[in-house]
């Protein structure tokens, strides 16, 4: 498992098609500017809105163009078990690094649902994964006791992403994963990262490295180096940018920053839609604050 900074990459589109031109390029910028990771078909990557198709157009392309620079995660979760092994064993074509397996939503299921779930992927896969747990989003926030527990008895559940804001909860991660050997905890929140990392984590699964991935790198790199003045400079100098790229629903902002900096369409699918003129206005005024246009 990677550490550092892995990119919860977006995916274009152009008139209701992928925009595979367009994810070339984002994925070149992102390999130019060091980062560690590529997450394709997470949250940020509107995954429930990609056929199994579609799917393998984009892993594929990913692979390609990273192959052997950045590893490759691959989100494949859902909020059934049958939905779920069907984009694992679609991954798996590919030889990826790594899953991300978001926490069944909607289901809401119990501590031992969660444990149960995790245990049967990691039973019928070889693939290394990732735990992503955003309570936010799912309606269902699992434990740190239930990770270490997975963790514990799963020898292929490598890392936690761990996208709730409850310092109490992150702090009990890092102090209770840290039992198991090479266990990575990666923040899924860009704001909250730089706490996180000080703290003994070992990476970001970031949104705004879509935008700033040598700034992210950076980042990362200054507190593995002990210089925890660098990075919370640079943990500041961005931090009106990691709350602006959530002033509506990820990945609405995010897509239209990419937009405003020339590398995409401002283009989503349905129910998302492109943000909205304040939004616009609010990511422009934030991105030229930031020197990033």
């Not at 020898?155 to 009990?172: G, T």
């Not at 000080?198 to 002990?226: C, D, L, R, T, Y």
């Amino acid at each position: 498992m990677f550490e550092g900074i892995g990119t919860a990459i977006v995916t274009p589109f152009k008139d209701g098609k992928l925009d595979i031109e367009a994810f070339e390029k984002l994925l070149k910028f992102q390999i130019d500017n060091h980062i560690q990771a590529i997450v394709v078909l997470g949250t940020t990557g509107e995954a429930p809105n990609i056929n199994l198709k579609e799917r393998e157009v984009l892993i594929s392309k990913a692979k390609e163009i990273c192959d052997g620079k950045a590893k490759i995660i691959v989100g494949a979760g859902s909020n059934g078990i049958n939905h779920t092994m069907e984009l694992v064993k679609n991954a798996e074509q590919y030889d990826v690094d790594g899953l991300l397996i978001v926490t069944p939503y909607y289901n809401k299921p119990t501590q031992n649902g969660l444990y149960e779930y995790y245990k049967y992927i990691s039973e019928h896969t070889d693939l290394e994964i990732i735990i992503y747990n955003v309570p936010g989003r799912t309606g269902i926030n699992i434990l740190p006791e239930t990770v270490y527990k997975i963790a514990n008895d799963c020898k292929n559940v490598k890392a936690l992403k761990e996208a709730n804001s409850s310092f109490e909860q992150i702090n009990k991660d890092l102090l209770l994963l840290k039992q198991i050997d090479n266990f990575k905890i990666f923040s899924g929140n860009d704001d909250t990262a730089f706490q996180l990392l000080a703290s003994g984590g070992h990476g970001i699964i970031s949104v705004a490295s879509n935008i700033i991935p040598w700034q992210m790198v950076q980042m990362f790199n200054a507190i593995k180096e002990g210089n925890i003045e660098k990075a919370r400079e640079i943990h500041f100098t961005y931090y009106q940018l990691f709350k602006s790229l959530f002033v509506e629903t990820n990945p609405i902002p995010v897509k239209a920053a990419l937009f405003l900096m020339g590398f995409i369409n401002n283009e989503l699918r349905l129910p998302l839609v492109p943000a909205s003129e304040l939004t616009l206005k609010t990511i422009n005024e934030t991105l030229r604050g930031c020197g990033i246009i």
